[in-house]
């Protein structure tokens, strides 16, 4: 007699990880019986749902604000070129499905909030963050921690990952390890520093995997330790970390954090699709590409265009006429060097006087070469 | 038995022992030095606070992302609350938070 509540289906469908003795039927059980949300559907995302899907958890939660784009698709994995536009989570949603139609499905096409974030993360068991910016990771962590319920993280940028569970069996929570928020200027997005497409796929796999873990009850989750990868030099480590902190604002023995805050204030950025509008309150002038189109053609208004990225960004796209000087090398040189290096540019210096470069400025990270009067 | 000694026994603690360890460099850290590993050079045996002050001092491109590591001794995080010992071999590293995904 079966003592399960799995079907005949569920059975065969999921025999290959039921007749493995750590995880078994207790396991498969409680995994039915779980809710996990998603909160971000891109490229952690899209891998740590659809292996959850597959695994058979119960309800599944896929959280996102934003529609698919091209630029997404080399990284996530479940949206489809004919899919542009569509909302991440419908998309995810429609793509799990097609795997395991076992599952509830809810879809949030929400932007994560200090308002709806205790509403919308309390009908779940589990939390896997697998947003892309500093202010969500606190909102998720004090969420989670107000609300008791494990916080499966991950992260991915260039050729690094970073994986780890917070606030769960006693373990330390993200403003544990990490108390005070990075400067604006020292925090990187993929859109800024590029990631390699499989290195949040392996990342997010792996959040899966500690979900199945955490929400199956088995032993050795990641929890008080943090994984780092590097799929550059191909190197793995793990670090033990620090204990949860009596002294932690959050989940601390005296917490002063008891509610949600104003994430974007505390960590002094907007979301990194936002990050461009620091400019406004650096004080630093900026161009649309419409006015430069129109300064650029205007034969009266002589220009110099400085293009500071990187060279291999230098090399993907252009603007003809510009010089390419890399932020860092700008950061070292001298005025003289500069206007030297300037000057090598017949077409930019054409009947104009140097003198034109009043003072060159960094400002959290942004920097303005100001020129005036090229005449 | 290898004939090899080292000299903790006989000089153990004297500060002005430095000993070169490597630094291993994770995601903002390692763009900021430009390299995913360093060496800089550290006493055996140090507070915890000198630690991170002569860590961020040798390599001060690191400032802006002082307040927002995480240091770990050998793959384990450093304890705040005692002196930290160092021997030939050992590894620091600096971790910092990525945030995109």
């Known amino acids: 007699m079966s003592v399960h509540n799995l079907t005949n289906d569920e059975v065969g469908r999921y025999g290959r990880q039921l007749i493995l003795s750590e995880f078994g039927v207790k396991c498969q059980q409680q995994l039915k019986s779980s809710k996990a949300l998603i909160v971000g ?6 891998p740590a749902a659809v292996y959850l899907s597959a695994a058979g958890i119960g309800t599944l939660g896929l959280l996102d604000h934003d529609v698919v784009e091209v630029s997404n698709l080399h990284r996530q994995i479940l949206h489809k070129e004919s899919g542009t536009g569509v909302p991440k989570c419908k998309s995810a949603s429609a793509a799990c499905s097609g795997v395991n139609s076992l599952p509830t499905y809810r879809e949030h096409h929400v932007a994560i909030n200090s308002t709806n974030a205790l509403s919308i993360i309390s009908q779940y068991d589990a939390v896997l963050d697998c947003t892309d910016n500093v202010a969500t990771r606190y909102l998720l962590n004090d969420a989670c921690v107000i609300l008791k319920k494990p916080l499966i993280s ?40 590029g990631v390699l497409g499989v290195i949040p796929g392996i990342i997010g796999t792996m959040q899966a995997q500690e979900a199945i873990k955490v929400l199956g009850g088995m032993q050795g989750s990641l929890t008080g330790r943090l994984f780092l990868y590097d799929g550059l030099s191909f190197t793995t480590r793990v670090v033990k970390l620090r204990p949860r902190q009596p002294s932690c604002v959050v989940c601390g023995d005296t917490p002063s954090v008891t509610e949600l805050v104003d994430y974007l204030e505390f960590c002094g950025v907007s979301s990194a699709d936002d990050k461009l509008s620091l400019n406004k309150s650096t004080g630093m002038s900026r161009i649309s ?67 034109g470069i009043t003072s060159l400025q960094s400002n959290a990270g942004h920097y303005c070469l100001y020129l005036s009067s090229w005449k | 038995m290898s004939s090899t000694t080292t000299p903790t026994n006989t000089k153990s603690n004297s500060s002005s022992d430095l000993i070169k360890i490597k630094v291993l460099l994770f995601a903002k850290a390692r763009d900021l030095v430009g390299e995913d590993s360093v060496y800089i050079s550290l006493p055996r045996k140090i507070e915890y606070q000198e630690l991170v002050n002569s860590i961020f001092q040798q390599l001060s491109s690191l400032e802006a992302i002082k307040k927002t590591v995480v240091l770990a001794l050998n793959e384990e995080y450093i304890k705040e609350s005692e002196p930290v010992s160092i021997k030939e071999g050992d590894t620091i590293a600096i971790i910092t938070p990525i945030s995109s995904g």
């Open chain 1, 41 to 46: 559907c891109g490229g952690l995302g899209c």
């Open chain 1, 154 to 193: 991950g992260a991915a940028l260039k050729f690094e990952g970073q994986l780890t569970v917070y606030n769960h069996e006693g373990g330390p929570c993200y403003r544990c390890l990490y108390p005070v928020p990075p400067a604006a200027n020292t925090v990187s997005s993929c859109s800024e520093s």
């Open chain 1, 289 to 355: 590409p419409t006015d430069f189109k129109n300064h650029y053609r205007d034969k009266s208004k002589r220009h110099l265009l400085l293009d500071v990225r990187p060279c291999h960004e230098f090399d993907i796209c252009k603007i003809s006429h510009s010089i390419n000087i890399p932020l860092n090398s700008l950061e070292k040189i001298t005025k003289d060097e500069l206007l030297a290096k300037i000057s090598q540019n017949a077409y930019s210096i054409n009947g104009g006087d140097n003198s």
